[in-house]
């Protein structure tokens, strides 16, 4: 009887897990399309470091009000690892959370408050997530560090997708649908690590870029 029991309880789990999460596989994009220099002495001769998302985007409106995340590797010899990392447009800082282990169950917030705008009226929102996944810093750094395999995503602590992602060091995107964001709320995207790609020297999982495309700007 509890083998039996048992079993239903996992197919019913199984279901309820399904109907709860919608799931999104991430599309390869190329660095060259989200990157540009900040000018070029000649052709083949770019000045300065790639800059992310260089003139218009969703950030022409769009911000996040505060980013935070349930662990943080320590500074190490001045080179931070916070969340803030994965919000700050430069793809050689990363957010590699603090856990020992891969990191399973460890996430990050991003908060959207809108709250004390008393001019906004409603109409923003976001539709893409924009991803470098691992640590961006150059090829090396990437592979030795851990990246995400599969993320759940939860709007306001409900569950919304599960975010499967490409183990590649390039740039990605993941179509998430429309979420917009009301006047006089604060909306909050969690994003849990459930699956990673192990590094080949460190365990620590990392993200260089979680950011934004959407709508309501222009």
């Known amino acids: 009887m509890n083998v039996y029991?048992?079993?239903f309880f996992l197919i019913f789990s199984a279901l309820l897990y399904s109907q709860q999460f919608k799931r999104i596989k991430a599309k390869q994009g190329k660095d060259e399309d989200y990157f540009r220099y900040q000018d070029y002495a000649a052709p083949d001769k770019p000045i300065g470091e790639p800059i992310f998302l260089k003139g218009c985007s969703w950030y022409c409106g769009g911000s996040?009000?505060?980013?935070s995340a349930s662990s943080e590797l320590s500074e190490?010899?001045?080179i931070t690892y916070s969340a803030a990392n994965a919000h700050d447009f430069d793809k050689n800082t990363a957010w590699i959370e603090g856990k020992p282990g891969y990191g399973v169950g460890e996430f990050i917030e991003y908060h959207f408050d809108f709250r004390d705008l008393q001019d906004y009226k409603g109409?923003?929102?976001?539709?893409?997530?924009?991803?470098?996944?691992?640590?961006?810093?150059n090829k090396q750094v990437w592979e030795n560090n851990s990246r995400i395999q599969q993320l759940k995503m939860y709007v306001n602590g409900e569950p919304y997708a599960v975010l499967n992602l490409i183990d590649s060091f390039e740039m990605q995107t993941i179509d998430i649908g429309t979420?917009?964001?009301?006047?006089?709320?604060?909306t909050i995207l969690k994003?849990?690590?459930t699956k990673v790609y192990e590094g080949k020297r460190y365990k620590d999982t990392a993200i260089s870029?979680?950011?934004f495309d959407g709508i309501g700007v222009h």
């Open 76 to 78: 190490n010899k001045g």
């Open 123 to 137: 109409g923003l929102g976001i539709t893409k997530i924009l991803l470098a996944n691992g640590y961006k810093k």
């Open 191 to 193: 994003f849990e690590i």
């Open 5 to 7: 029991f048992t079993g």
């Open 179 to 186: 979420i917009k964001f009301p006047s006089n709320k604060e």
């Open 64 to 67: 996040v009000q505060v980013i």
């Open 209 to 211: 870029l979680l950011m």
